[in-house]
């Protein structure tokens, strides 16, 4: 049997909001996949620090208060069936954020990782937000978030309703800043 899911993904960068982006993925195994605790540290700390590795800066550091208030927006995007950044109001300064969400149970934590990653494909070097090959920063928004050279932790959770998973990564400090050189 195979059935098409369907994968959200939205960064926040600095810069300004980006749109979702949608994907839609044929599968052919329906069986849900994995969750836990662990096991979500254990894929988002090793695709965020590979991507990192391959980029040349330092690894992230997981912080359970990021993961926190990552859990708590997860539960909020879920609840509402939404899928749209957390305006963080009071917060200052703004923790980073990326976003995806994809159809329930259906994605191991290392493919949401790796939808985020895999943005890789459309970035070049540049100062930022022109970091994007197809002129889009939006397209690498996840990607440059992820390999930020001066973000230093992330936490991340997921959530879900009845339909979709959500997942939240939060940095700090806050990437995708206007004007910032990537190499």
């Known amino acids: 049997m195979r ?15 980006a749109t979702p982006q949608t994907v839609a993925e044929v599968r052919t195994d329906l069986r849900p996949q994995p969750r836990s605790a662990a096991l979500l540290r254990t894929a988002m700390i090793t695709g965020h620090n590979q991507a990192r590795q391959q980029y040349g800066v330092g690894p992230l550091i997981w912080d359970e208060g990021l993961a926190n208030d990552a859990r708590a927006y997860a539960q909020v995007l879920a609840r509402n069936n939404r899928f749209e950044h957390d305006p963080q109001r009071g917060r200052n300064p ?9 159809t329930r149970s259906a994605y191991s934590y290392g493919e949401m990782i790796g939808h985020l990653v895999g943005e890789r494909r459309y970035y070049r070097s540049g100062r930022f937000p022109d970091v994007s090959r197809t ?34 990564c939060r940095y700090w400090p806050a990437g995708n800043v206007v004007g910032t050189m990537l190499r």
Request: with cysteine; aromatic share 8%; proline share 3%.
């Open 135 to 168: 002129g889009d920063w939006s397209q690498v928004g996840h990607y440059t978030q992820i390999i930020w050279p001066t973000s230093q932790r992330v936490g991340c959770a997921t959530a879900s309703n009845r339909a979709d998973d959500y997942l939240v």
């Open 3 to 17: 059935r098409a899911l369907t994968v959200l993904i939205l960064s926040l960068p600095v810069a300004a909001l």
């Open 94 to 102: 703004k923790q980073g954020e990326n976003l995806w969400m994809g």
